[in-house]
């Protein structure tokens, strides 16, 4: 009897610390999407329009040899599959940076982050600018066509520019004040910029991105759509579009809230010899959409997930220690490239962090070599590879500004002594004797904050306090649910709350108009005040010369005026920082595991122009598709 | 001689508590019970008549351990066999034990006919439930209780209907002996005397042959049983017929109690009530002399040494007391007219 | 009273319990005296270092040296960095591209390696190998180049004029020293976690975070229940039917669930240990109140409460006196199950990433918190996780012991 | 007879309903009691009748729900905890558990000092304190000095009773109310326990209100007897005229089903 009762509380309280552990609360970094819209069931759904040469299979038991499986693009149900909408939580055919998923839409151009170069997919061949760079035009592929069977046209593009003015769509807005107008002529598209007093063009490294990073609609669809909006702009952005007309070679076969399915169009334009010459390699796309990470990371080992957008963490060991087929675009640390710069905003509001001497002991005591080889577990570039800036340690981008101009005005953080210095300096020092400093007789002491779950951000947040406990500054982390946070750290027209000292963000990745659209979303005032600021700058700072060179740049063609520019903008960042660096993190963590598939891109396979790690989807990463191969044909 | 039913020889039984202490509950008992008569035992409460009864079945489970003796029924040996055996074939077919308070321990989510299916079921393997409940029926209507019962719950009945099925069940496969402990003691007199009266007509008519009857209420007993024996610290003091037991004791024990009898009759009033001061010796450590020796008014320095042996009396009637009968007859006379 | 803890102490339940319990606390209090480190300090820069004893290699440099030729020592250094998986895998790399296999003896390290660098190209593939393979490939390559190499390994200095490297030592292969003569040796008994934070010295500050947050949640929940029980139940009517009223309306909602919303709406940045005790505590005294209402109900009538009364003896007096000391026994056996239903809660807390503030004090959930974002569960790093769970268990168990133990001694339907 | 002695506890239609609506029941049922000075009244009943409900209404340990309750021909007043303190110093009891009547967390001495306190000697010095607990001791057989510093659970059942008793020695009371005082007990104690209530009855001049199931107890110590079915009182009288010529069915039957020892127990009738 006594021996059951020990086994029975043993059991019992191994169940309760499992069920407690089942359900860590390392929600997706994405945005919780409510399924009122749920796709309705899929058996019925678009059938190939042309039948296949086999039936399609079972979404449910997709022939392994026939399916790439992908992970961390979608974290809960799909919405919708309307590329006018933002909000389709559609990571696999919809969503939409810089560089844009062109798996069922496609943009007229695609752009490689690799070499920072464009390349032509529904264009024929390169986009002309005028002299005066105010008209931007290119050619339409002619055997460009629609899944309906239609030629695709430059009327086409047009018409979705019109559309997204018409609508004031996310699209619409964000580029109106850059894009006078799209034209058709003669069968092809002309951008005309918008146009400053002075006849220049506002900014032509938007114009030019425009054509990378903005899918092409078909007219005929969109008039449908508009119909059954009646004209009505909300209802077009929430229509599902389920009967959506698309160029890409992939569509929708099957969505639930445990998976979406995309099923090879075999009909496919770019199977024309002007193009890829052939079909890309899977018949069926598909994302399991898993709970957290860590179930991610378990597809992964278990080969039941090909290709993982996700932070595996530690993802090296899978290979050196388990001996797992898995490998990252870079054999060795940083395994990846990296591209955007997960930054610590300082709220400017907060008592003390106005300033500079706080703002910058903080930023040089902070141990960044433990961030990245602990919070990162080495997935990023080090600052000693890539000095802090307001680039990514891609070439291109770190060629862009004179290192050795702003080298005094570096740190290698971990400076604990440097940052007491500079704070006893600027007299702010403990003047009551409770081992924290005061600022004008008050305490300092921060909340640095990040959205819970988001692991890696969390682990670098504690790294952050822990060296404000060094010098005398009291730090404390919190970590609010995703969607308080987005709402709280993006209503700029409102002062930041208590618990928003220093917050983590994001910065802008690769993109045909960085780094300039980054540094501005980082250090441009322009985001100060604004209602719904999903752009940057988030804890509010202002600095004319700042601005104005940003203002300048996309305007300048000479190599070293623009390097000059930079430089310059680096100088003020590193002066005043008004944020900070806290690692590297890439576009896409691109993980493979080649127990089916392999020939994914890698550093150094020898394709031209080199495919991406962009998860063969993003921009020019689709190219990847074509090149995958069976392991066991 | 009539048949000899239960026959016990120096049975000694002990328990052990849960700090390893031996408490000595029944010291030496010898019994014999013939047919068709019925024996009751007295005494104090911790006297261990009730240590007797759970002792008597054969059947021993911590904390209560088996120290000696035999118990011998109807000529079968029970003592010393294995414990699932005689819970097998010897507990309800030859002798039967009703515990205190066992109407109380009826599962009350249960009809009262599946607990007699389960005892049936428990010996007999062959038989269809419409049988069980066609010997139930009569069984019950026998004994005089309404058939309706047998679909009843436990909590559906009244106290006194609730002893009486439970009687009735426990002589379901005619043991030889029954033993019943207190039976009606929590009773109100009405109940009480039904319980009685269905308890005599089960030996009358022969449902069982000898009975066990444990009470510390003496008229109860003096009306219900043959012989009564008087247990004091785990040892028998006195035994003899009823009527002797309680108009003539001879122990000063036996005396004490029977002079404390209460019943409403004429004259009571006038009767002064006998009281024994003290409380009876701890069984942990039993005195080597007479148990008594410290509360009787009559004790000797010899009796606080030397352990004390059964005398006889005649007639079946024995009495543990170093005092001779008459000598002790000669000390109550005295003390009548003292009064 | 003596009695009493004497049976308790006689209780096999209660004194295993007691002892685990006891062992606990005896670490927590004495570790932390020999092993002054702070909790939270990270030292390792990197994830889940193993287990194990860190020796500083500089310092190693210029402890002194001792030779010992030991044997097979250069058959456990090729070992320790080529394999048999390793060797097969030669093998087949090396047939793949035209070897014959005949010629290839994979247990002769010597031959094997010549073979291997003469022919070993990285940037060949054969059909069917994949990235990864050719990773390991590389990285194999790169491990074994110099296995086989006597020479010594040579130590160098930067000459700061000329900034040329001027030898300063040479490590022999026969070369030891003696750990205690390093300067530098840290034991890390149970490795590093993912903050590089020295897991045991850790473990041992969140047991004792814990193990507080159990008595202080205890101490609440039970003082709630028991003052809300007692009145209850002593002086029924209204205010019985009132504090019932609200005993059942936290009885229906889930404790945790409670726990949870009140845990997440004071916001993270009140969130101390002791105030998650506490709101902890306050979520949990339901079934103390509870269990001390009927309790004392079925007390109240009884006839030394009565008689108490009959005395002249106030409500207070009566409670104090009469009631509380039938109770006790019960209270603090729901006491103890209350202090480890308290540090359960709050690792279930933890996990959900609702536990206490993260940069003051470490605490058993938050450990475990942390090793499950990191992935340690899947990565195989054990120590991450496995000592908290053991950690958890073995407190919750001995509670539960000594709770057991306790319940045979006050309970006599339990005594055998 | 009646004139002479004072009345001193009388009940006018007292009732006791527990609960509402379906669940209502009455326990005691329109009750009417008179005790004089000096009278020893017991109240038979079986278990259920309502006499446990009606002796804790007569003691105020619970509230009637209908009729009043005089005391020395005054209505009683026990609305507050001083009132109440006040009426206990008249009327106390002795209950039916020796074992549960003691707090076992408490030692002996502190049973009987309440009982001093409670007579006013809260500040008497020590020596008279155990004067006095010495006395109330020997009053009923006990040794003070084999007592003190014991806890219940050291005493016999019977010891614990006469312990009982002499509380009541101290307190003085007007009024016992002797709830089954000797049902828990051993035949053989009960002698003695009962000879103690009555020396004290004689000592102190008290009243005392005995309640029982035993019919024949209730005949061996009363002067009045109260036969108590369903809440009612059926039959009321001197114990020699209830018990020995009955009158009401219920007592009749009562007395009947009781097993006597020399008139014949009639099995028949049930």
Same mark, same amino acid.
């Given at each position: 009897?006594?021996?059951? %009762?020990?086994?029975?509380?043993?059991?019992?309280?191994?169940?309760?610390? %499992?069920?407690?552990?089942?359900?860590?609360?390392?929600?997706?970094?994405?945005?919780?999407?409510?399924?009122?819209?749920?796709?309705?069931?899929?058996?019925?759904?678009?059938?190939?329009?042309?039948?296949?040469?086999?039936?399609?299979?079972?979404?449910?038991?997709?022939?392994?040899?026939?399916?790439?499986?992908?992970?961390?693009?979608?974290?809960?149900?799909?919405?919708?599959?309307?590329?006018?909408?933002?909000?389709?939580?559609?990571?696999?055919?919809?969503?939409?940076?810089?560089?844009?998923?062109?798996?069922?839409?496609?943009?007229?151009?695609?752009?490689?982050?690799?070499?920072?170069?464009?390349?032509?997919?529904?264009?024929?061949?390169?986009?002309?600018?005028?002299?005066? %760079? =105010?008209?931007?035009?290119?050619?339409?592929?002619?055997?460009?066509?629609?899944?309906?069977?239609?030629?695709?046209?430059?009327?086409?593009?047009?018409?979705?520019?019109? =559309?997204?003015?018409?609508?004031?769509?996310?699209?619409?807005?964000?580029?109106?004040?850059?894009?006078?107008?799209?034209?058709?002529?003669?069968?092809?598209?002309?951008?005309?910029?918008?146009?400053?007093?002075?006849? =220049?063009?506002?900014?032509?490294?938007?114009?030019?991105?425009?054509?990378?990073?903005?899918?092409?609609?078909?007219?005929?669809?969109?008039?449908?759509?508009?119909?059954?909006?009646?004209?009505?702009?909300?209802?077009?952005?929430?229509?599902?579009?389920?009967?959506?007309?698309?160029?890409?070679?992939?569509?929708?076969?099957?969505?639930?809230?445990?998976?979406?399915?995309?099923?090879?169009?075999?009909?496919?334009?770019?199977?024309?010899?002007?193009?890829?010459?052939?079909?890309?390699?899977?018949?069926?796309?598909?994302?399991?959409?898993?709970?957290?990470?860590?179930?991610?990371?378990?597809?992964?080992?278990?080969?039941?997930?090909?290709?993982?957008?996700?932070?595996?963490?530690?993802?090296?060991?899978?290979?050196?220690?388990?001996?797992?087929?898995?490998?990252?675009?870079?054999?060795?640390?940083?395994?990846?490239?990296?591209?955007?710069?997960?930054?610590?905003?300082?709220?400017?509001?907060?008592?003390?962090?106005?300033?500079?001497?706080?703002?910058?002991?903080?930023?040089?005591?902070?141990?960044?070599?433990?961030?990245?080889?602990?919070?990162?577990?080495?997935?990023?570039?080090?600052?000693?590879?890539?000095?802090?800036?307001?680039?990514?340690?891609?070439?291109?981008?770190?060629?862009?500004?004179?290192?050795?101009?702003?080298?005094?005005?570096?740190?290698?953080?971990?400076?604990?002594?440097?940052?007491?210095? %500079?704070?006893?300096?600027?007299?702010?020092?403990?003047?009551?004797?409770?081992?924290?400093?005061?600022?004008?007789?008050?305490?300092?002491?921060?909340?640095?904050?990040?959205?819970?779950?988001?692991?890696?951000?969390?682990?670098?947040?504690?790294?952050?306090?822990?060296?404000?406990?060094?010098?005398?500054?009291?730090?404390?982390?919190?970590?609010?649910?995703?969607?308080?946070?987005?709402?709280?750290?993006?209503?700029?027209?409102?002062?930041?709350?208590?618990?928003?000292?220093?917050?983590?963000?994001?910065?802008?990745?690769?993109?045909?108009?960085?780094?300039?659209?980054?540094?501005?979303?980082?250090?441009?005032?322009?985001?100060?005040?604004?209602?719904?600021?999903?752009?940057?700058?988030?804890?509010?700072?202002?600095?004319?010369?700042?601005?104005?060179?940003?203002?300048?740049?996309?305007?300048?063609?000479?190599?070293?005026?623009?390097?000059?520019?930079?430089?310059?903008?680096?100088?003020?960042?590193?002066?005043?920082?008004?944020?900070?660096?806290?690692?590297?993190?890439?576009?896409?963590?691109?993980?493979?595991?080649?127990?089916?598939?392999?020939?994914?891109?890698?550093?150094?396979?020898?394709?031209?122009?080199?495919?991406?790690?962009?998860?063969?989807?993003?921009?020019?990463?689709?190219?990847?598709?074509?090149?995958?191969?069976?392991?066991?044909? | 001689?009539?048949?000899?039913?239960?026959?016990?020889? &120096?049975?000694?039984?002990?328990?052990?508590?849960?700090?390893?202490?031996?408490?000595?509950?029944?010291?030496?008992?010898?019994?014999?019970?013939?047919?068709?008569?019925?024996?009751?035992?007295?005494? &104090?409460?911790?006297?261990?008549?009730?240590?007797?009864?759970?002792?008597?079945?054969?059947?021993?489970?911590?904390?209560?351990?088996?120290?000696?003796?035999?118990?011998?029924?109807?000529?079968?040996?029970?003592?010393?066999?294995?414990?699932?055996?005689?819970?097998?074939?010897?507990?309800?077919?030859?002798?039967?034990?009703?515990?205190?308070?066992?109407?109380?321990?009826?599962?009350?989510? $249960?009809?009262?006919?599946?607990? @007699?299916?389960?005892?049936?079921?428990?010996?007999?393997?062959?038989?269809?439930?419409?049988?069980?409940?066609?010997?139930?029926?009569?069984?019950?209507?026998?004994?005089?209780?309404?058939?309706?019962?047998?679909?009843?719950?436990?909590?559906?009945?009244?106290?006194?209907?609730?002893? $009486?099925?439970?009687?009735?069940?426990?002589?379901?496969?005619?043991?030889?002996?029954?033993?019943?402990?207190?039976?009606?003691?929590?009773?109100?007199?009405?109940?009480?005397?039904?319980?009685?009266?269905?308890?005599?007509?089960?030996?009358?008519?022969?449902?069982?042959?000898?009975? @066990?009857?444990?009470?510390?209420?003496?008229?109860?007993?003096?009306?219900?049983?043959?012989?009564?024996?008087?247990?004091?610290?785990?040892?028998?003091?006195?035994?003899?017929?009823?009527? &002797?037991?309680?108009?003539?004791?001879?122990?000063?024990?036996?005396?004490?109690?029977?002079?404390?009898?209460?019943?409403?009759?004429?004259?009571?009033?006038?009767?002064?009530?006998?009281?024994?001061?003290?409380?009876?010796?701890?069984?942990?450590?039993?005195?080597?002399?007479?148990?008594?020796?410290? $509360?009787?008014?009559?004790?000797?320095?010899?009796?606080?040494?030397?352990?004390?042996?059964?005398?006889?009396?005649?007639?079946?009637?024995?009495? $543990?007391?170093? @005092?001779?009968?008459?000598?002790?007859?000669?000390?109550?006379?005295?003390?009548?007219?003292?009064? | 009273?003596?009695?009493?803890?004497?049976?308790?102490?006689?209780?096999?339940?209660?004194?295993?319990?007691?002892?685990?319990?006891?062992?606990?606390?005896?670490?927590?209090?004495?570790?932390?005296?020999?092993?002054?480190?702070?909790?939270?300090?990270?030292?390792?820069?990197?994830?889940?270092?193993?287990?194990?004893?860190?020796?500083?290699?500089?310092?190693?440099?210029?402890?002194?040296?001792?030779?010992?030729?030991?044997?097979?020592?250069?058959?456990?250094?090729?070992?320790?960095?080529?394999?048999?998986?390793?060797?097969?895998?030669?093998?087949?790399?090396?047939?793949?591209?035209?070897?014959?296999?005949?010629?290839?003896?994979?247990?002769?390290?010597?031959?094997?390696?010549?073979?291997?660098?003469?022919?070993?190209?990285?940037?060949?593939?054969?059909?069917?190998?994949?990235?990864?393979?050719?990773?390991?490939?590389?990285?194999?390559?790169?491990?074994?180049?110099?296995?086989?190499?006597? *020479?010594?390994?040579?130590?160098?200095?930067?000459?700061?004029?000329?900034?040329?490297?001027?030898?300063?030592?040479?490590?022999?292969?026969?070369?030891?020293?003696?750990?205690?003569?390093?300067?530098?040796?840290?034991?890390?008994?149970?490795?590093?976690?993912?903050?590089?934070?020295?897991?045991?010295?850790?473990?041992?500050?969140?047991?004792?975070?814990?193990?507080?947050?159990?008595?202080?949640?205890?101490?609440?929940?039970?003082?709630?229940?028991?003052?809300?029980?007692?009145?209850?139940?002593?002086?029924?009517?209204?205010?019985?039917?009132?504090?019932?009223?609200?005993?059942?309306?936290?009885?229906?909602?889930?404790?945790?669930?409670?726990?949870?919303?009140?845990?997440?709406?004071?916001?993270? *940045?009140?969130?101390?240990?002791?105030?998650?005790?506490?709101?902890?505590?306050?979520?949990?005294?339901?079934?103390?109140?509870?269990?001390?209402?009927?309790?004392?109900?079925?007390?109240?009538?009884?006839?030394?409460?009565?008689?108490?009364?009959?005395?002249?003896?106030?409500?207070?007096?009566?409670?104090?006196?009469?009631?509380?000391?039938?109770?006790?026994?019960?209270?603090?056996?729901?006491?103890?199950?209350?202090?480890?239903?308290?540090?359960?809660?709050?690792?279930?807390?933890?996990?959900?990433?609702?536990?206490?503030?993260?940069?003051?004090?470490?605490?058993?959930?938050?450990?475990?918190?942390?090793?499950?974002?990191?992935?340690?569960?899947?990565?195989?790093?054990?120590?991450?996780?496995?000592?908290?769970?053991?950690?958890?268990?073995?407190?919750?168990?001995?509670?539960?012991?000594?709770?057991?133990?306790? *319940?045979?001694?006050?309970?006599?339907?339990?005594?055998? | 007879?009646?004139?002479?002695?004072?009345?001193?506890?009388?009940?006018?239609?007292?009732?006791?309903?527990?609960?509402?609506?379906?669940?209502?029941?009455?326990?005691?049922?329109?009750?009417?009691?008179?005790?004089?000075?000096?009278?020893?009244?017991?109240?038979?009943?079986? +278990?259920?009748?309502?006499?446990?409900?009606?002796?804790?209404?007569?003691?105020?340990?619970?509230?009637?729900?209908?009729?009043?309750?005089?005391?020395?021909?005054?209505?009683?007043?026990?609305?507050?905890?001083?009132?109440?303190?006040?009426?206990?110093?008249?009327?106390?009891?002795?209950?039916?558990?020796?074992? +549960?009547?003691?707090?076992?967390?408490?030692?002996?001495?502190?049973?009987?000092?309440?009982?001093?306190?409670?007579?006013?000697?809260?500040?008497?010095?020590?020596?008279?304190?155990?004067?006095?607990?010495?006395?109330?001791?020997?009053?009923?057989?006990?040794?003070?000095?084999?007592?003190?510093?014991?806890?219940?659970?050291?005493?016999?059942?019977?010891?614990?009773?006469?312990?009982?008793?002499?509380?009541?020695?101290?307190?003085?009371?007007?009024?016992?109310?002797?709830?089954?005082?000797?049902?828990?007990?051993?035949?053989? +104690?009960?002698?003695?326990?009962?000879?103690?209530?009555?020396?004290?009855?004689?000592?102190?001049?008290?009243?005392?209100?005995?309640?029982?199931?035993?019919?024949?107890?209730?005949?061996?110590?009363?002067?009045?007897?109260?036969?108590?079915?369903?809440?009612?009182?059926?039959?009321?009288?001197?114990?020699?005229?209830?018990?020995?010529?009955?009158?009401?069915?219920?007592?009749?039957?009562?007395?009947?089903?009781?097993?006597?020892?020399?008139?014949?127990?009639?099995?028949?009738?049930?």
């Amino acid at each position: 009897m006594k021996k059951i %009762l020990y086994i029975v509380s043993l059991l019992v309280i191994a169940s309760m610390i %499992l069920t407690a552990c089942a359900s860590p609360a390392t929600e997706a970094p994405v945005e919780e999407v409510a399924t009122e819209a749920a796709p309705e069931a899929a058996t019925e759904e678009v059938a190939p329009e042309e039948p296949a040469s086999s039936e399609p299979a079972d979404p449910n038991s997709l022939p392994r040899n026939e399916t790439l499986y992908f992970n961390g693009q979608q974290w809960g149900s799909v919405v919708g599959w309307n590329p006018y909408s933002t909000s389709n939580n559609n990571g696999m055919a919809i969503a939409q940076q810089d560089n844009a998923r062109v798996l069922m839409f496609e943009t007229p151009y695609a752009y490689n982050m690799l070499d920072g170069q464009v390349y032509p997919l529904l264009a024929d061949g390169a986009y002309t600018w005028n002299d005066a %760079l =105010t008209e931007l035009s290119f050619g339409i592929n002619p055997a460009a066509h629609w899944s309906d069977g239609s030629p695709v046209t430059a009327e086409d593009v047009a018409y979705t520019w019109a =559309t997204h003015v018409k609508y004031n769509t996310p699209t619409g807005a964000a580029n109106t004040a850059y894009i006078e107008d799209i034209v058709a002529s003669d069968g092809s598209v002309v951008i005309k910029a918008k146009l400053k007093d002075d006849g =220049t063009a506002v900014n032509p490294l938007v114009v030019q991105a425009y054509v990378s990073s903005n899918y092409v609609i078909q007219m005929a669809w969109t008039q449908t759509l508009e119909e059954r909006a009646g004209g009505d702009a909300t209802a077009l952005l929430a229509d599902t579009a389920e009967d959506v007309v698309y160029s890409g070679p992939y569509h929708k076969y099957f969505a639930d809230d445990s998976k979406v399915v995309m099923i090879r169009d075999d009909n496919y334009w770019g199977q024309d010899a002007s193009m890829f010459g052939k079909l890309p390699i899977p018949r069926y796309l598909a994302h399991t959409i898993f709970k957290d990470n860590a179930a991610g990371t378990t597809a992964l080992t278990a080969g039941e997930v090909d290709v993982s957008q996700q932070f595996n963490s530690n993802v090296n060991l899978l290979w050196e220690q388990d001996g797992l087929p898995i490998s990252t675009y870079l054999p060795e640390a940083p395994y990846q490239i990296g591209a955007s710069l997960p930054t610590a905003f300082f709220n400017l509001k907060s008592p003390g962090l106005d300033q500079v001497a706080v703002r910058k002991a903080i930023a040089i005591a902070v141990d960044y070599p433990t961030i990245i080889a602990n919070a990162m577990t080495n997935q990023s570039a080090t600052f000693d590879q890539a000095p802090r800036s307001l680039m990514n340690p891609t070439a291109g981008e770190q060629a862009l500004y004179d290192h050795a101009a702003v080298a005094d005005l570096q740190w290698a953080g971990n400076d604990i002594e440097g940052a007491k210095a %500079l704070l006893d300096e600027a007299g702010i020092v403990d003047t009551d004797g409770d081992g924290w400093r005061e600022y004008n007789g008050q305490k300092l002491s921060y909340v640095a904050t990040c959205p819970n779950g988001w692991s890696d951000w969390q682990a670098a947040i504690e790294v952050v306090a822990a060296a404000g406990k060094e010098i005398g500054i009291d730090i404390t982390t919190n970590y609010p649910e995703w969607a308080v946070y987005q709402t709280v750290v993006t209503a700029s027209d409102q002062p930041l709350p208590e618990g928003y000292d220093i917050f983590m963000m994001w910065s802008d990745g690769a993109g045909p108009t960085q780094p300039w659209s980054r540094v501005r979303h980082l250090i441009s005032s322009e985001y100060v005040g604004m209602a719904g600021n999903w752009n940057g700058n988030w804890g509010g700072y202002a600095n004319a010369d700042a601005d104005a060179l940003i203002a300048a740049i996309p305007g300048m063609t000479d190599g070293a005026e623009i390097n000059a520019a930079y430089t310059e903008l680096v100088k003020i960042y590193l002066t005043d920082v008004p944020s900070f660096t806290l690692m590297y993190r890439p576009q896409s963590f691109h993980t493979v595991n080649e127990s089916v598939w392999t020939n994914f891109p890698y550093d150094g396979d020898g394709t031209n122009p080199p495919v991406p790690p962009m998860d063969l989807m993003d921009g020019w990463g689709v190219a990847g598709l074509y090149n995958l191969e069976l392991v066991n044909p | 001689m009539a048949n000899v039913m239960l026959e016990v020889n &120096e049975l000694s039984t002990k328990y052990i508590t849960r700090f390893q202490e031996d408490v000595y509950a029944v010291d030496k008992v010898s019994i014999k019970v013939e047919e068709g008569k019925s024996l009751g035992i007295a005494g &104090e409460s911790g006297c261990g008549k009730s240590t007797l009864a759970l002792s008597l079945m054969g059947y021993y489970f911590p904390p209560l351990h088996y120290m000696g003796g035999d118990i011998i029924i109807n000529g079968n040996k029970i003592s010393g066999l294995d414990p699932d055996h005689v819970r097998k074939t010897v507990l309800g077919k030859e002798i039967a034990y009703i515990p205190q308070a066992a109407m109380n321990a009826l599962n009350p989510t $249960r009809k009262i006919i599946h607990f @007699i299916e389960d005892v049936i079921l428990e010996h007999e393997m062959y038989v269809t439930k419409k049988d069980i409940y066609e010997r139930a029926k009569k069984l019950f209507e026998t004994l005089g209780l309404p058939p309706e019962v047998l679909q009843k719950y436990p909590v559906e009945l009244s106290g006194g209907m609730k002893q $009486r099925t439970v009687i009735a069940i426990s002589v379901l496969l005619l043991p030889k002996v029954l033993i019943a402990d207190e039976p009606s003691s929590a009773l109100d007199v009405t109940s009480q005397k039904m319980v009685i009266k269905m308890m005599k007509h089960l030996m009358d008519a022969g449902f069982i042959s000898s009975m @066990i009857f444990i009470t510390h209420e003496l008229p109860l007993l003096y009306n219900v049983v043959d012989d009564i024996m008087v247990m004091y610290a785990g040892q028998i003091v006195e035994k003899g017929s009823s009527h &002797e037991m309680v108009f003539d004791p001879i122990h000063p024990y036996s005396k004490g109690l029977m002079g404390s009898i209460i019943v409403p009759e004429e004259g009571l009033r006038d009767v002064k009530l006998t009281a024994i001061p003290g409380v009876p010796p701890n069984l942990k450590k039993p005195p080597s002399g007479c148990r008594f020796a410290e $509360r009787c008014k009559y004790v000797r320095p010899e009796c606080r040494v030397t352990s004390v042996p059964l005398r006889e009396a005649g007639d079946g009637r024995v009495y $543990r007391c170093i @005092i001779p009968e008459t000598e002790l007859r000669e000390n109550y006379a005295r003390e009548e007219q003292k009064k | 009273m003596k009695h009493t803890l004497r049976q308790i102490f006689r209780s096999p339940n209660f004194v295993v319990g007691f002892s685990i319990f006891s062992l606990i606390i005896l670490t927590v209090i004495i570790y932390p005296i020999f092993v002054p480190n702070p909790p939270l300090q990270i030292i390792a820069q990197g994830t889940f270092f193993e287990p194990g004893i860190y020796v500083n290699t500089y310092d190693s440099f210029n402890a002194p040296s001792y030779t010992l030729k030991l044997d097979g020592a250069d058959s456990k250094r090729i070992a320790s960095k080529l394999n048999d998986e390793d060797r097969l895998a030669m093998q087949e790399w090396l047939v793949g591209f035209g070897i014959p296999e005949n010629e290839i003896d994979i247990h002769d390290t010597e031959a094997l390696l010549n073979l291997w660098n003469t022919n070993f190209d990285p940037t060949k593939r054969f059909p069917g190998m994949t990235n990864a393979d050719r990773n390991y490939f590389i990285r194999l390559n790169n491990s074994v180049q110099g296995l086989l190499s006597t *020479d010594p390994a040579i130590i160098a200095v930067t000459d700061e004029e000329t900034g040329s490297l001027v030898e300063t030592d040479r490590v022999q292969q026969t070369d030891y020293i003696n750990v205690s003569q390093v300067a530098n040796v840290r034991i890390l008994p149970l490795g590093t976690d993912n903050f590089g934070r020295d897991v045991l010295t850790e473990l041992i500050a969140a047991t004792r975070v814990s193990l507080l947050i159990g008595f202080v949640a205890g101490i609440v929940a039970t003082l709630i229940g028991l003052i809300l029980g007692l009145v209850s139940g002593y002086l029924g009517g209204l205010v019985d039917d009132v504090i019932m009223f609200i005993t059942n309306l936290f009885t229906v909602i889930p404790s945790f669930v409670l726990l949870i919303l009140i845990s997440f709406s004071i916001g993270q *940045d009140q969130r101390g240990a002791f105030t998650i005790a506490v709101v902890i505590g306050f979520t949990s005294w339901v079934w103390t109140a509870r269990a001390v209402r009927s309790q004392v109900i079925s007390l109240r009538n009884r006839d030394h409460v009565n008689l108490s009364k009959l005395s002249g003896h106030s409500i207070v007096y009566i409670i104090v006196n009469d009631i509380l000391p039938y109770i006790a026994s019960y209270v603090v056996m729901a006491f103890i199950l209350q202090i480890s239903s308290g540090i359960l809660a709050e690792a279930g807390l933890s996990i959900l990433g609702l536990g206490p503030r993260t940069t003051e004090v470490p605490t058993l959930g938050l450990m475990m918190n942390w090793a499950m974002i990191y992935q340690a569960h899947i990565l195989g790093k054990w120590w991450a996780y496995f000592p908290v769970i053991v950690t958890i268990a073995l407190i919750a168990f001995s509670m539960n012991l000594m709770n057991t133990g306790m *319940d045979q001694v006050f309970n006599p339907t339990l005594r055998d | 007879m009646t004139l002479e002695k004072k009345l001193y506890l009388s009940a006018k239609g007292v009732s006791k309903v527990f609960g509402f609506g379906n669940q209502k029941t009455v326990a005691v049922d329109n009750v009417d009691l008179d005790l004089y000075e000096g009278e020893v009244v017991s109240i038979v009943g079986e +278990s259920g009748s309502g006499k446990t409900t009606l002796s804790k209404i007569l003691l105020g340990l619970i509230n009637q729900t209908e009729g009043d309750i005089y005391f020395q021909g005054v209505k009683r007043d026990i609305s507050s905890h001083a009132k109440k303190r006040e009426y206990w110093k008249n009327i106390q009891a002795i209950f039916q558990d020796p074992f +549960s009547s003691y707090n076992t967390f408490n030692k002996i001495d502190t049973v009987l000092l309440d009982c001093i306190n409670m007579r006013g000697g809260k500040y008497f010095p020590r020596e008279k304190k155990i004067e006095l607990m010495k006395e109330a001791c020997s009053f009923v057989n006990l040794k003070f000095e084999e007592l003190t510093n014991k806890y219940p659970f050291e005493l016999s059942g019977g010891q614990m009773q006469r312990l009982m008793i002499a509380r009541i020695f101290l307190l003085k009371p007007k009024i016992l109310l002797a709830d089954e005082p000797t049902s828990m007990i051993d035949a053989c +104690s009960r002698a003695t326990i009962l000879d103690e209530l009555m020396h004290l009855r004689k000592e102190i001049g008290m009243t005392i209100i005995f309640i029982t199931h035993d019919i024949g107890l209730a005949y061996y110590v009363s002067d009045k007897v109260c036969i108590m079915e369903k809440g009612r009182f059926v039959e009321t009288g001197t114990a020699d005229s209830v018990i020995l010529t009955p009158h009401h069915a219920y007592t009749k039957r009562l007395i009947n089903d009781v097993p006597k020892i020399h008139e014949e127990w009639d099995l028949t009738t049930v």
